[in-house]
Structures are given as C-alpha cells and as structure tokens.
C-alpha cells in the first residue's frame, strides 16, 4: 500500500472522489503501478514505427514468449504496455474490436489517433463513476496510416500525448534521456533498433545485464504489416553496433 497523507486518506476509496487539492488518489495510485512496470520503448523511424520490450524473468523455469508486453491491435497499429497484464488485455481486446468495427462499417483502417482517442476514453470513464476502478496500465501505441507514422502514450487518466519517441514502465527516466540525446529524424530502422535497446539497457537497475533473449521487437513500416523481429535479425543488428 503506498503511503498517503492523513488530509488525502479521507479521499483515496473511491475514484470519482477530488481531494481538497484537486487529486484523484486512485487515479494517482493506477501510476505507481505503471511505473513498476517492465520497460517499453517505442521509437518513430524514417518508414515507420518500432517497439521494443524487457520482459524480466524473475525465473529461469519461465518461457519468456508466454509473457505479454507487446500486442498487435490491427495490421497497421501495435502496443506496448506497462502495469497490469490483465487490464493490458482487456484494453487490448477492446482496441481490436474497434478497429474490426471500423473495416466493417466503413470498409478502411481504422486512423491511430482516432483508436488511441477512443481507448483513452474508456480508461477516462473508470475514473468518473463509483463501483469503477481506473486502469492500472499504460500503453505506447503507435502504427502507421494515412497521416504518417504516429506514436502515442496513453495514461491510466485517459490522458494522451504524441511522441517521436518515448519509453514506459520502470526506469523510464533514465531511459528518456537517452532518447533525447541520441534520438534523429529520419533514422532506419536498424539505427532505431539499436537506440531503443540502448534505451532499454539504460533503464536498468544496478548492475542487471540487458538479455537479448528477453528482448521482443517489433515493427510496422510504410506499405507493410505489424512484424515481430527474430532474435537472430535483433541480435544481428545489435552486433554491428
């Protein structure tokens, strides 16, 4: 249970209820969970859109593919999460819902933006009646459709935000940084490749080694389905460095 103060303990049971300083505690909490997250790094390439993921094993006895971090949502839109793998799939199986609906109604791909607006006002909706919880995860979502390729992180508020590229989860702070500083327009997506897993080796803790074997990538380009990279392509690129 995370501390809170004696003034905000009054208003952290329920999440439709404002604090005297105007915070949503459960809403607030929903974030911690986030940030304990695995590491995700999504990254916007010269063609498209790259995501990367760590997925810690906390045993050896563990097969790291039954670990989800990673989902495609539709041939052109992808994800990253960060928090509850449960709530992650939920959302999930929503978000491919719609973008079913919208191939159906209106015979064309569903825009990423317009997805990321309408999950983002699902997790909105758990904030705002009693008996609800908010979401307990975060996703990077990002694809590419007629407007270019777009990349977005989406909150457990609902709130959104668009991004050339961004991390989520556990040692997201150090790993920004590093893409601030290394990140340029028009990067491949091997150069692509090789920031993010910088980025995701940066976020680790102490003296914890990056495992290429735990590592999932992905990426959609202009013209071409969300694909999975195999661990040989990953390890190949990252040997060039």
């Given at each position: ?6 003034k ?5 049971r ?21 940030e ?6 999504g ?46 799939r ?28 309408n ?8 904030t ?92 959609i380009s ?20």
């Open positions: 249970m995370y501390p809170v103060s004696k905000g303990s009054a208003y952290d329920v999440a439709t209820m404002f604090s005297p300083d105007g915070r949503l505690y459960q809403v607030e909490y929903a974030g911690k969970i986030v304990q997250g695995t590491l995700g790094v990254i916007v390439y010269n063609n498209g859109v790259l995501f990367s993921a760590d997925k810690k094993v906390a045993t050896k006895l563990i097969i790291p593919e039954s670990i989800e971090k990673l989902f495609k949502i539709d041939e052109h839109i992808g994800a990253i999460s960060a928090g509850l793998v449960g709530d992650a939920r959302l999930v199986q929503i978000a491919r819902k719609d973008a079913q609906e919208n191939r159906m109604y209106y015979e064309e791909k569903i825009p990423v933006e317009t997805l990321v607006k999950l983002c006002a699902v997790k909105q909706l758990f705002q009646y009693a008996g609800m919880r908010p979401f307990g995860i975060s996703f990077l979502i990002g694809g590419v459709d007629d407007t270019g390729s777009r990349l977005f992180e989406t909150e457990p508020s609902g709130a959104l935000a668009e991004y050339r590229a961004i991390s989520i989860g556990m040692g997201r702070k150090e790993a920004n940084k590093r893409l601030e500083k290394k990140y340029k327009d028009n990067m491949t997506l091997e150069e692509a490749v090789v920031l993010a897993a910088d980025a995701l080796k940066t976020g680790l803790e102490g003296k914890e080694k990056l495992d290429l074997n735990k590592l999932d990538f992905a990426f202009k013209g071409h389905e969300f694909q999975r990279m195999g661990k040989q392509k990953i390890k190949s690129i990252l040997g060039k460095k």
